[in-house]
C-alpha cells in the first residue's frame, strides 16, 4: 500500500444527536487515535468504539452524542516503535517492509501537521511542531511555536543534564557539536539554536 497525502486530523462539532464521525486517514493501532470532546481525553470502549477501519479512515462512534456546539477532535498520533526486526539472510517481505515504511510516513505527516502533545493548564489540545526558532533568555529559551503553544525551557548550567545547556560563549569555550551525543545514556542529542 502506498501512503496518501493526509491531515492526520479532523475538527468536528457535535450537536447532541449524531454520535458517528468519521475520519479519513489509516491508523497503524486503535492506540494511534486521539479523540478530545471541548479538548477531553476520550476513552475507547467507554466514550466511544471504533468502526469500519480500512486504510482511508474509519468512524469514531460515541456512546453518547456529543453536546450541541462541542469541539469534536480526532487526530492520528502513531506509536513511535520499531516493530519490524529485519535479520541478516532472512526473506525480505516486501509487505511488511511496506507497512513499516507506511508507520515511518505517518510519523513524518504528523510531525509536519503538529501532532498532539496533550493539554494544556486552560485545556485546550496543545500541538507539538518543529519550528525551533528560539530566544535566548536570561534563565530560559523559549521555542516559538507556529500553533501558539510555546514553550519555555529551564536552561542547566551544566552539560549533565537533558533539557537546554547554556554556557558563555568565548574563544575557550567546547562547545558540542551539534547533533552530537550528550552524557546521558537516553538517547538525547545536542541541538544548537
Keep these: 500500500m502506498t501512503t496518501q ?45 471504533l468502526d469500519e477501519l480500512t486504510e482511508n479512515g474509519g468512524e469514531v462512534i460515541f456512546t453518547e452524542a456529543p453536546a450541541d456546539g ?23 517481505q516486501a509487505e511488511t517492509h511496506e507497512w513499516n515504511l507506511d508507520k515511518i510516513t505517518y510519523i513524518l505527516q504528523e510531525l509536519i501537521t503538529g501532532a498532539w502533545g496533550g ?7 496543545v500541538y507539538l511542531t518543529f519550528d525551533l526558532d528560539a530566544d535566548p533568555d536570561e534563565y530560559y529559551v523559549t521555542v516559538t511555536n507556529t500553533g501558539g503553544t510555546d514553550a519555555d525551557l529551564p536552561m542547566w548550567t551544566s552539560n549533565e543534564y537533558a533539557g537546554v545547556y547554556a554556557a558563555t560563549v568565548d574563544e575557550a ?10 552524557t546521558k545514556p537516553d538517547g538525547y542529542i545536542w541541538i544548537g539554536i
Design 5 to 49: 497525502v493526509n491531515i492526520p486530523y479532523i475538527e468536528l462539532e457535535g450537536d447532541g444527536t449524531i454520535t458517528d464521525f468519521a475520519f479519513n486517514y489509516p491508523i497503524v493501532e486503535n492506540v494511534d487515535l486521539i479523540v478530545l470532546v471541548d479538548g477531553v481525553l476520550q476513552i475507547e470502549y467507554t466514550s466511544y468504539t
Design 70 to 92: 462541542a469541539s469534536v477532535l480526532i487526530l492520528r498520533r502513531t506509536t513511535m516503535t520499531q516493530n519490524v526486526d529485519y535479520e541478516t539472510d532472512e526473506p525480505f
Design 119 to 125: 493539554v494544556d493548564a486552560n485545556g485546550d489540545p
Design 173 to 182: 569555550a567546547n562547545i558540542p557539536a551539534d547533533e552530537s551525543a550528550t
